[in-house]
């Protein structure tokens, strides 16, 4: 198995969608973020059923995305649809990462947690993993602008209730 650094594992988490994440119509505003190339690669979902691509591409902007191939996006209605672009951001501290359908009208990003790490496996190799958290969708804010949605995020992300913890997902990358 490959030896891979605890940051690729980030990206994981990316691929995989649980639970029923909020949803907004603005993105997190954020800047200065850029593809992690340890990130890019072959992940398999929790119960190693799929395996999920992960590469990098650029908007209209030329701003550096993640593409993500899944054939099924548990938690969403967009299980038609198997291309994602995604964008990291880190917020207060906390790393967020939010998933979209660049040709949809109107765009809608799905918002989660994202953490990572490493475990030992039964031989001693350490094994990254990427932690997915959805954002509650029974949140009932929905900021009309980028540096509204940073902005009450930062200021209420150690709220109970503002992460769905019972849809958190762990993966590992292949």
């Given at each position: 198995m490959k030896n891979i650094t605890s940051s690729s594992l980030l990206f994981l988490s990316l691929i995989f969608f649980t639970g029923c994440p909020y949803e907004s119509l603005v993105p997190i505003y954020c800047t200065g973020t850029k593809v992690d190339k340890k990130l890019l690669g072959e992940y398999l979902t929790g119960d190693n059923d799929q395996t999920i691509k992960v590469t990098?591409?650029?908007?209209?902007?030329?701003?550096?995305?993640?593409?993500?191939?899944?054939?099924?996006?548990?938690?969403?209605?967009?299980?038609?649809?198997?291309?994602?672009?995604?964008?990291?951001?880190?917020?207060?501290?906390?790393?967020?990462?939010?998933?979209?359908?660049?040709?949809?009208?109107?765009?809608?990003?799905?918002?989660?947690?994202l953490e990572s790490g490493g475990v030992k496996d039964e031989v001693g190799e350490k094994l990254p993993y990427v932690r997915l958290t959805p954002m509650s969708q029974s949140i009932k804010t929905h900021p009309k602008y980028p540096e509204d949605l940073r902005d009450y995020i930062k200021d209420h992300q150690k709220d109970t209730g503002f992460f769905t913890v019972e849809d958190e997902e762990t993966y590992f990358k292949k």
């Amino acid at each position: 198995m490959k030896n891979i650094t605890s940051s690729s594992l980030l990206f994981l988490s990316l691929i995989f969608f649980t639970g029923c994440p909020y949803e907004s119509l603005v993105p997190i505003y954020c800047t200065g973020t850029k593809v992690d190339k340890k990130l890019l690669g072959e992940y398999l979902t929790g119960d190693n059923d799929q395996t999920i691509k992960v590469t990098s591409t650029r908007d209209a902007m030329g701003n550096e995305l993640y593409a993500v191939n899944i054939p099924d996006l548990p938690g969403t209605d967009e299980n038609k649809k198997s291309y994602w672009e995604a964008k990291v951001c880190v917020i207060g501290g906390t790393k967020f990462i939010q998933f979209f359908h660049p040709d949809d009208e109107p765009v809608i990003y799905y918002i989660y947690k994202l953490e990572s790490g490493g475990v030992k496996d039964e031989v001693g190799e350490k094994l990254p993993y990427v932690r997915l958290t959805p954002m509650s969708q029974s949140i009932k804010t929905h900021p009309k602008y980028p540096e509204d949605l940073r902005d009450y995020i930062k200021d209420h992300q150690k709220d109970t209730g503002f992460f769905t913890v019972e849809d958190e997902e762990t993966y590992f990358k292949k």
